[in-house]
């Protein structure tokens, strides 16, 4: 009986615990849709765009984007000519080359690219930033800059949020433009006689569609990769004072960061291929 | 990232290098727009073509259509016409319809491996341009049809084959034959043996042969006669020449006899002429004579009349 009972008692605190936890991961998913509608607003308003605030947002782009971008492209270069190298042998041993251009095109810039820019600009750029802002929040300095009349969201995240989506952009736009001129080279050697062929070929791969589906999901990788760590902070001191909080703080958002990134490829790759 | 102040400068100057990532980008994405539609034919005037297919498998929308490998339209959109086939339009872009003239053929060809291909053939360039929206069917090329049926060929050809390999096949037989004739060649007959089928026959050909020999000898000694009898001083040819030469003289006399007869014959008629004359004349002598004849028919009418020894020439029956 004693047995039966304690596994009774068991289930319960897992029922309970469950409960506990499934609301926890719905409210915090509350705060970080919440948080991006307010910054949405914010930055699609005209009038959040005071000096100051210009002034911290082509900071934090600045900061954000230009240390990252010729690493990230030499990077996004070399990686891409080996999957090219890769691809283009390939086909051709099987006598497949008329379509080793396509399959460059569509692995390499409709998917791998906006994927690693976003987990790139996420690693770099936004998680750090969100474990900053969640620092500022605990030891007080956002309550002091509310306290001297400035307003954190705008002076603090809405900077942070613009810079992590323009990064996401700027990165996936150039990688993939450098992309499509090593597959161009790769293909049909250094000579511009190809250049109808490709473009061609181009037209061909990206329907309306497919492009709509590319700028849509690096929209949304640019969106989830800008908000989700920033967005951490709204969830309350209470936490932030356990020890350690910071970094399970920051790996939780990574988590809800990848899950996200997750969900936006699948439903693009439904959309693409289904 | 800190949050110290930046001084005013370094401001302007960090908000003027954000400015130019943001027109990087805008030029970025400006730019793929840009492409991408000018890649997809937005720019560019087309006119229409409808394919009429039986079956549109294997046939997407914005696949090319080719003319001797080269691009030359791309396939807008496909439908399902009322009567059950498959209507494919196709643009063509303007500067490449001259390709396409009102005889061209349009094929829908499937590869092995699954890709599809729609090519069009123009035999002559000359003939009139294809209207816009002109509706053509097309002829289908599936290699994949054609494999069942090549298998069923191919199994054909083998059966044939073997039939012809086997043991007991005539082809076996005709070699067996072959062989037999080779052995005969070998043989003390030689070739002679294998063609006549015996010895004998080959011994008695043999003969048939000598003979044939003596006889041409003996032809060739008469040929030598009659070449004297004919060709020789008193031969046949000297008589012939001498006839020949008295025939001529002979004709020569013959036509001054037959100048003569022609003058006869002219003098006859001139006699004729003379005849016809005189009797013309005679006709009038003859009218004179019957009237001389009617008078004196009179007279002796009349003197029968006076005549007192008028005779009765009643005659009275008893």
């Given at each position: ?274 | ?176 034959n072959?062989?037999g004739f080779t052995d005969k060649l070998k043989g003390p007959g030689g070739a002679m043996g294998a063609l006549v089928g015996s010895d004998a026959d080959a011994k008695k050909l043999i003969t048939a042969l000598d003979r044939t020999n ?105």
């Amino acid at each position: 009986m004693t047995t039966l009972r304690n596994l009774q008692e068991a289930v319960g605190d897992l029922g309970r615990d469950g409960l506990r936890s499934s609301l926890g991961w719905g409210v915090s998913w509350w705060h970080v849709v919440h948080a991006g509608a307010l910054v949405m607003v914010l930055a699609l308003s005209p009038s959040t765009y005071t000096r100051g605030v210009r002034a911290a947002c082509a900071r934090h782009v600045w900061v954000g984007t230009a240390p990252m971008l010729p690493w990230f492209a030499l990077l996004a270069s070399l990686a891409s000519v080996v999957i090219i190298r890769i691809v283009v042998v390939t086909a051709v041993s099987y006598g497949l080359t008329q379509y080793a251009l396509e399959m460059v095109i569509r692995v390499l810039v409709l998917e791998l690219i906006p994927l690693t820019a976003a987990l790139f600009v996420a690693l770099r750029a936004t998680v750090p930033a969100g474990g900053e802002l969640t620092a500022m929040h605990a030891s007080g300095a956002l309550h002091e800059q509310e306290k001297a009349g400035a307003d954190p969201l705008r002076h603090e995240l809405l900077p942070r949020v613009v810079a992590g989506t323009f990064a996401v952009l700027l990165l996936a736009a150039v990688s993939c433009a450098i992309a499509m001129v090593l597959a161009y080279f790769a293909v049909y050697g250094f000579s511009i006689g190809g250049l109808g062929g490709f473009t061609r070929t181009l037209g061909q791969i990206f329907e309306p569609g497919v492009a709509m589906i590319l700028a849509l999901k690096t929209l949304f990788f640019s969106l989830a990769v800008a908000l989700i760590p920033v967005a951490a902070f709204l969830r309350g001191p209470q936490s932030t004072v356990a020890p350690g909080a910071r970094s399970s703080r920051e790996l939780d958002s990574l988590v809800r960061l990848f899950a996200a990134i997750l969900v936006i490829e699948i439903v693009s790759l439904v959309g693409n291929y289904y | 990232m800190s949050d110290d102040p930046t001084p005013a400068r370094g401001a302007n100057h960090l908000e003027f290098k954000a400015t130019l990532l943001l027109i990087t980008l805008l030029v970025l994405v400006g730019g793929a727009a840009l492409y991408l539609s000018y890649a997809r034919g937005a720019f560019e005037s087309t006119q229409q073509l409808v394919l009429i297919a039986e079956d549109s498998e294997g046939v997407s929308v914005g696949m090319d259509m080719t003319f001797a490998g080269f691009p030359i339209g791309r396939v807008r959109r496909i439908e399902l016409a009322p009567d059950g086939n498959a209507r494919i339009l196709v643009d063509v872009p303007i500067k490449d319809a001259h390709w396409l003239r009102t005889t061209s053929v349009f094929a829908l060809q499937r590869g092995v491996v699954g890709n599809t291909n729609i090519r069009a053939y123009t035999g002559i360039l000359t003939d009139p341009l294809l209207p816009d929206g002109a509706v053509r069917s097309v002829l289908r090329g599936d290699a994949t049809a054609e494999i069942p049926r090549l298998m069923a060929e191919a199994r054909q050809v083998l059966q044939n084959l073997s039939a012809m390999t086997a043991s007991d096949s005539s082809l076996n037989a005709s070699l067996a034959n072959v062989q037999g004739f080779t052995d005969k060649l070998k043989g003390p007959g030689g070739a002679m043996g294998a063609l006549v089928g015996s010895d004998a026959d080959a011994k008695k050909l043999i003969t048939a042969l000598d003979r044939t020999n003596t006889l041409l000898a003996r032809l060739d000694g008469l040929a030598a006669k009659a070449d004297t009898q004919v060709f020789g001083n008193d031969g046949l040819v000297r008589d012939a020449r001498t006839t020949v030469t008295q025939l001529n003289a002979m004709l020569v006399d013959a036509r001054a006899s037959l100048q003569k007869v022609d003058a006869v014959l002219a003098e006859a008629k001139a006699v004729g002429a003379n005849v016809n004359a005189a009797t013309t004349d005679l006709g009038a002598l003859r009218a004179d004579v019957e009237t001389s004849l009617r008078n004196v028919d009179g007279l002796i009418n009349e003197l029968n009349r006076k005549w007192p020894f008028k005779r009765d020439t009643e005659l009275k029956l008893p």
